[in-house]
């Protein structure tokens, strides 16, 4: 369905998420070929189902190494590198306690202390052995597990971005539940919402305008349950095996390839504002919008977005 005269819609639901794909021509056929890229893709790098490569890299955990396909085998040795990050937020590894706590899932629970004490044990990325000439993957202990929930989304969004580029598209944008990647610019740029934290679904507290670049947010209120008064969220923090816990409500990353966007927000939900914005400054290619809990708005810097604030509770700082 064409929103105006110039863009049409197509949407889906894969990955557990609403699949937004808008394109500046009429083609049913292309659409469906992303979607079931997507879909390929996800069958793969799931570990939400019985069966996927990395589930199966998984199930061998502490038996056998498992030949994966070249792709897989690539996205797992750049999580692995990006968890082996001084100070990293990011784990490959943290599967055990991500099953375990259920954030977002039927059976969510507060595990035990000495049972995070435990599964910690069982989250080395180190110990996740890669074969490059086998192209195979190790997981040295029983009971360890590999989880790309953090970039798949990301590494997926790219691929369609890719193959609309070959298929001769010059405009599209691809919604992956909330990984934007954009080809091209239409006039006057892709415009992108800022969500207000806990707020309406569709209530916005700014937002930007990009051309040809990836927008990836991620946010303590996307996926949570309360437990005798205290919120727990989806990102965990690797060293201690609880949520993270700081001054931040969401952090959005502005880059060219949204597996760098979906990988940022992780790495800087980890570091906060300061630390974030001060590890920034070597990636010039990569910025990020930090929303606090006491709603202020930093920018790390602001070379490849405009932005407008929507929402005037909150205050631009920094
Ligand atoms: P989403 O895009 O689904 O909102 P994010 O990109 O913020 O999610 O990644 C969150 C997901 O990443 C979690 O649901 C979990 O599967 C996984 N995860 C949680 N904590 C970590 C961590 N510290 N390192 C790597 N992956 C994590
Ligand atoms: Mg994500
Ligand atoms: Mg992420």
Redesign the pocket.
Known sequence: MPDDDRVYSYSAVLMGSPILLKLFSHNEALAAKAFRLIKQYEDLLTVNRAHSQVMDINLAAGRHPVAVSRPVFELIRCAKAASLLENS????A?GPL?KRWK??FQGDSVPPADEITTLLTLTDPTEVVLDEAACSVFLARSGMEI?L??IA?GYIADRVRDFLRKEGETLGLINL???IQTLGSPEGGWTVGIKKPFGAADALIGSLQIENKSVVT?GTY??YFERDGTRYH?????RTGYPLDNELDSVTIISMDSIDG?LW??LVYGLGVEKGCAALRTRPDIEAVFVTKAREIVFSSMRHFHFTLLDNRYRLTG
Do not use: M, Q, Y
Request: aromatic fraction near 4%.
């Open positions: 937020a990011f784990n490959l943290i991500v954030i977002g989880d929930g953090a989304k539940g909330g990984n991620s996307e996926r989806h990102i965990l923090n690797p979906d927000t992780t």
